[in-house]
Structures are given as structure tokens and as C-alpha cells.
């Protein structure tokens, strides 16, 4: 089955502590992206990656990393977890090739982070 | 800049009521896409519809329908005799042609369909 997946889907964490949010694509995509949801903003992209070892930051890039090592895994890495990083996470992929960004994004089924 | 603007936060309808669920967006690209997502009480985003700059022509799907209107720079969705499981956030996303175009996303609006 084609998917999206993600891990943890919930997480409490404290201040401070670094973490990491995983999320693999079976679709053989160039392009994936990480966005956070936030209850009145929708969702807002906070990096993306063309293809392999290719990334570029998003809207709201400040206190997370990523790495794009292997094409079908995009981590999402927060060193330094801070309350305001609370929010919905969500990862997806999509082809580059054909239609480009017309293409449809596929989601994950979203990571619930709370930085106490 | 680009923006997508959902001005409805919440709508609660009766089952079997239409409802319209507006969308108005900005972008000075002359090429761009939009795209409607679901995302129901289990969390999930479902894609609904997209539908490219150039292609004005209405889409109706089952109960579901989009109205596009360059003019007004708006892509509105119907639902027809709203069911129950119809509940759910509904967001509405803008993002530039090329290969790097990320998505824009409107608010959401969380539609209610009552029993």
C-alpha cells in the first residue's frame, strides 16, 4: 500500500530535550515536506527536499532541522524543544517529475508533539 | 505574496442542507494551483480536488462540487444533502507552478453536519 508514515504519532516531551520525528514515503517521491498545524494558521511549511541530500527551508524553518540521507526518509529533528513547538506534524511526499507541485501531496497521518 | 483565505472558522448545518464552503486566494503567478483537503475527527488530510489556473470549468463529484472563478480569485466547494461523515476540517491550498511550489494553506473551516 502506498503511504506515508510517521513516528511517533504522539509524543510529550519536556523542554529542551532533542527529538526526533521520523517519516518514510513508499512512493519512490523526490519531494517531501514537513508542515505544523496550528489551531487558526492552517498549515505552514517548515522544510522540504527536492530529492536526495537537497533541502531548503520553509515558512517557519527556526528551531528544526532535517536531513534527507536516503530518498524515502525525511527526519525531522528539533534539538531544543521549546512550548511554542507544540503542535500538529505532519510530513508529506509527492512526485517531481511529470506535473510538478500539481502533483498531489500525500500526507502522513500526523505526529501530536507537546514540549511541557 | 501569495495567501489563501478561509473566512468561515466554523459552520454547523442540519444533515441533508447544502453548504458552501468558501475559498478566495491571492497570487500574482499567472500559473498556480489549487487543491481542496479534507481532514476528518481522526486527524488524517485527505485530498479532495486540484484544479490548475487555466482550467475554469466547474467540477462536481458525487455530492460534492467546486466552483472555480478567476475573477473573483476564489474556488468555492458545495457539498449537496450534507451527510454526518461529512464532518471535518476542510482546507483550501495555493502553490506556485515548478517543481519547488509548496502548498499555501487557507485556515480551515470546520463544517458541523448535525443528525
Known amino acids: 500500500e502506498a503511504q506515508v508514515t510517521q513516528n511517533p504519532r504522539y509524543l510529550i516531551t519536556v523542554t529542551g530535550k532533542k527529538l526526533t520525528v521520523t517519516c518514510s514515503q513508499n512512493?519512490?517521491?523526490?519531494?517531501m515536506s514537513w508542515y505544523r498545524q496550528d489551531p487558526g494558521l492552517g498549515l505552514r511549511q517548515i522544510y522540504y527536499?527536492?530529492?536526495?541530500?537537497?533541502?531548503d527551508k520553509g515558512d517557519v524553518p527556526e528551531g528544526y532541522k532535517v536531513s534527507r540521507k536516503e530518498k524515502r526518509n525525511f527526519p525531522l529533528i528539533l534539538e531544543s524543544p521549546s512550548p511554542n513547538q507544540t503542535s500538529l506534524y505532519f510530513c508529506?511526499?509527492?512526485?517531481?517529475?511529470?506535473?510538478?507541485?500539481?502533483?498531489?501531496?500525500?500526507f502522513g497521518p500526523g505526529t501530536r508533539l507537546t514540549v511541557l | 505574496a501569495q495567501k489563501v483565505t478561509q473566512a468561515q472558522t466554523e459552520i454547523s448545518v442540519v444533515e441533508k442542507e447544502d453548504v458552501t464552503l468558501d475559498c478566495v486566494y491571492e497570487?500574482?503567478?499567472?500559473?498556480?494551483?489549487l487543491f481542496w483537503y479534507k481532514q476528518p475527527p481522526s486527524g488524517e488530510l485527505v485530498f479532495l480536488i486540484r484544479?490548475?489556473?487555466?482550467?475554469?470549468q466547474n467540477e462536481i463529484s458525487g455530492r460534492y462540487s467546486w466552483n472555480f472563478q478567476k475573477s473573483t480569485s476564489s474556488f468555492n466547494f458545495t457539498i449537496t444533502a450534507s451527510q454526518v461523515v461529512d464532518s471535518a476540517v476542510y482546507f483550501c491550498?495555493?502553490?506556485?507552478?515548478?517543481?519547488?511550489?509548496?502548498?499555501?494553506f487557507g485556515q480551515g473551516t470546520t463544517l458541523q453536519v448535525k443528525p
Open positions: 527536499s527536492m530529492n536526495v541530500e537537497v533541502t
Open positions: 497570487t500574482r503567478d499567472t500559473t498556480y494551483y
Open positions: 491550498a495555493l502553490s506556485s507552478s515548478g517543481n519547488t511550489g509548496k502548498l499555501i
Open positions: 512512493m519512490n517521491h523526490e519531494y
Open positions: 508529506a511526499s509527492r512526485p517531481v517529475q511529470g506535473l510538478g507541485s500539481y502533483n498531489e501531496q500525500f
Open positions: 484544479r490548475n489556473s487555466f482550467d475554469e
